[in-house]
T-cell receptor
Framework: AQSVTQLGSHVSVSEGALVLLRCNYS??????LFWYVQYPNQGLQLLLK??????LVKGINGFEAEFKKSETSFHLTKPSAHMSDAAEYFC?????????????????FGQGTILTVHP | GAVVSQHPSWVICKSGTSVKIECRSL??????MFWYRQFPKQSLMLMAT?????????EQGVEKDKFLINHASLTLSTLTVTSAHPEDSSFYIC???????????????FGPGTRLTVL
């Protein structure tokens, strides 16, 4: 079983300020973790992913996330917010418990966090 | 690379009619496709997983006779909402992944989504 909890359904920051979006996961097996961004009425775009290699993962658009096993966390950060970062962000965990089977790689999403960036 | 398209991008239909949504992988062979539903201001919920040439595996609580999924080729999966009702109105998103050398099998590529409104 796996689950994802995103703390804070809405986060508001000023342009240029630090962005911190929180994600905690629960997984019975070593997880693969992802952050996706969704703009209104669009699909999901992958920001970054953790796949058991380096714990600090760098993604697109200046975002990065750190995998902390002891805290079961995978928080997303960006040093300086841009207006274009305003969107909804989803953290997701992937199941690896049935390698090669139909459930392999199923994604479970968090509730999403809407990021607002104001001037 | 790794582009997924959906058609139509939006559809409005009358209650009781059926609607077909197409999901295509444009530049890779999608051995597995996933269908998600997203209600307003909510997260993505996995409806079903389909492997090319096999019957889809539905998540608990999803009516397989209502949401017909066909994955007859490596580049096309279709979702048919049969006898649609207003409560089926939602944003439907597909994703695809490829089992190939050098490809991260855990990464899913998402389509832009289809907005279904049932009157």
């Amino acid at each position: 079983a796996q689950s994802v909890t995103q703390l804070g359904s809405h986060v508001s920051v000023s342009e240029g300020a630090l962005v911190l979006l929180r994600c905690n996961y629960s997984s019975s097996v070593p997880p693969y973790l992802f952050w996706y961004v969704q703009y209104p009425n669009q699909g999901l775009q992958l920001l970054l992913k953790y796949t058991s290699a380096a714990t600090l993962v760098k993604g697109i658009n200046g975002f990065e996330a750190e995998f902390k096993k002891s805290e079961t966390s995978f928080h997303l950060t960006k040093p300086s917010a841009h207006m274009s970062d305003a969107a909804e962000y989803f953290c997701a965990v992937s199941s690896l418990s049935n390698a090669g089977g139909t459930s392999y790689g199923k994604l479970t999403f968090g509730q999403g966090t809407i990021l607002t960036v104001h001037p | 690379g790794a582009v997924v398209s959906q058609h139509p991008s939006w559809v409005i239909c009358k209650s009781g009619t059926s609607v077909k949504i197409e999901c295509r992988s444009l530049d890779f062979q999608a051995t597995t496709m996933f269908w998600y539903r997203q209600f307003p201001k909510q997260s993505l919920m996995l409806m079903a997983t389909s492997n090319e040439g096999s019957k889809a595996t539905y998540e608990q609580g999803v009516e397989k006779d209502k949401f017909l999924i066909n994955h007859a080729s490596l580049t096309l999966s279709t979702l048919t909402v049969t006898s649609a009702h207003p409560e089926d109105s939602s944003f439907y998103i597909c994703s695809a992944r490829e089992w190939a050398s050098g490809r991260d099998y855990n990464e899913q590529f998402f389509g832009p989504g289809t907005r279904l409104t049932v009157l």
